[in-house]
């Protein structure tokens, strides 16, 4: 099966600066990667997803990248406020099938 | 619409106990999923719908139940608690009928310790 990995853990980064998250992933089939934002005590909401026919995606102050040769795709935040900490998922999958596979996290903490 | 709803918030069990997690969605999503989320090791899938009358193992599946009789209702079932069950617990729906893959919309978990 699909095998995501995601890096850093954690990042800590100040107000304004940008965020980096990568993960790579382990199946070529997989076409579909979507980005999920889990706020404390809240369920995961989905944010930013792109397919494998695409190499980038913006909206607003968020984009995702996808590097298909590589397998990996990348979540940039930029001009990060206060509101963007939480714990981001990625996740990929082939579309045909039902079941993401997700990273393990990262936990983002925005300083003022 | 009040979207994923999941009951209880939380729970403490025992080990041996049974209980039912359940989980009920307003938007006539045919798919429906549960997770389960432990520190540090993102969401595992434990089972998933894909229509009423239909359920299938996830990666986790060891130790749980599901059954799916309406569109709406996706009951997880615990028979014998354990306390590697210890863990927050997801239920998720998805609007698709067909591929492309979409949008899993979550509910608001339950946090469950068995001790």
């Known amino acids: 099966g699909e095998n995501v990995e995601q890096h850093p853990s954690t990042l800590s980064v100040q107000e304004g600066d940008s965020a980096v998250i990568k993960c790579t992933y382990s199946?070529?089939?997989?076409?579909?990667f979507p980005w999920y934002k889990q706020e404390l005590g809240k369920g995961p909401q989905l944010i930013i997803d792109?397919?494998?026919?695409?190499g980038e995606k913006k909206d607003q102050r968020i984009a995702v990248t996808l590097n298909k040769t590589a397998k990996h795709f990348s979540l940039h935040i930029t001009e990060t406020q206060p509101e963007d900490s939480a714990v981001y998922f990625c996740a990929a999958t082939f579309d045909r099938d039902y079941k993401l596979s997700f990273g393990a996290g990262t936990t983002v903490t925005v300083r003022a | 619409n009040a979207g994923v709803t999941q009951t209880p918030k939380f729970r403490i069990l025992k080990i041996g106990q049974s209980m039912t997690l359940q989980c009920t969605q307003d938007m006539n999503h045919n798919y429906m999923y549960w997770y389960r989320q432990d520190p540090g090791m993102g969401l595992k899938l434990i089972y998933y719908s894909v229509g009423a009358g239909i359920t299938d193992k996830g990666e986790v599946p060891n130790g749980y139940n599901v059954s799916r009789s309406t569109t709406e209702d996706f009951p997880l079932r615990l028979e014998l608690a354990a306390p590697s069950q210890t863990s927050v617990y997801f239920c998720?729906?998805?609007?698709?009928?067909?591929?492309?893959?979409?949008?899993?919309?979550f509910g608001p978990g339950t946090r469950l310790t068995v001790t």
């Open positions: 998720a729906s998805s609007p698709n009928t067909g591929a492309p893959q979409g949008e899993q919309y």
């Open positions: 199946d070529s089939a997989s076409n579909y």
């Open positions: 792109i397919r494998s026919n695409v």
